[in-house]
């Protein structure tokens, strides 16, 4: 019986090994699925960073629009500010420096239509310069900066040159402004 035993143990040793050809599809078929969790889990990884990004652009973009908020509220306190000036203060003020003026222009000219168009065009470059004035705080409201970030989340295919775009709309407001 142990002749048996030797026998029957050796058949079952060889059944339970694979054969050579057997062996080598069993580890490329395990290569393959090494290979294919690795890229799985290279891109669930990819797709956890792009998520993590994208919810801090959101952020951010929040975290702008409410900046935006808060100037946009002070830009137009400002301009009511503008308003309130131009509407009393200025009227009270420059209603006395014109009489002065045109009392001291009559006196010099004694010509009432001289005086009268000196006074007109002091009048009309005072305007002007209050117009411009309230167009420059008016033009400080809205929410460019914030509409740009959302065009670069939403159009990522657009970033790069949007970003180059902002960049110099930025650099000629900035010009822009600081020639005013």
């Known amino acids: 019986m142990s002749g048996q035993d030797t026998t029957h ?52 973009t929040g975290q702008t629009a409410k900046a935006e908020w808060h100037l946009t509220g002070r830009s137009v306190a400002i301009a009511a500010g503008l308003l309130v000036c131009l509407g009393a203060g200025i009227i009270l003020l420059w209603a006395s420096v014109l009489a002065l003026l045109g ?32 167009g420059y705080v008016l033009s400080q409201v809205g929410f460019n900066a914030t509409w740009q970030q959302l065009r670069r989340l939403w159009l990522a295919k657009d970033a790069p040159e949007s970003g180059r775009e902002s960049q110099a709309a930025t650099a000629q407001q900035e010009q822009t402004n600081a020639n005013r």
């Open 9 to 60: 143990s050796r058949e079952t040793v060889q059944a339970s090994e694979p054969a050579p050809a057997d062996s080598d599809s069993l580890r490329s078929s395990n290569s393959m699925t090494e290979q294919a969790l690795d890229q799985l889990t290279e891109l669930a990884a990819l797709s956890w960073s792009v998520s993590e990004h994208y919810s801090e652009q959101l952020k951010l």
């Open 103 to 134: 009392y001291l222009i009559f006196q010099a000219t004694l010509s009432l239509s001289a005086t009268a168009a000196v006074l007109l065009l002091l009048q009309s470059a005072l305007l002007w310069w209050c117009w411009r004035s309230l």
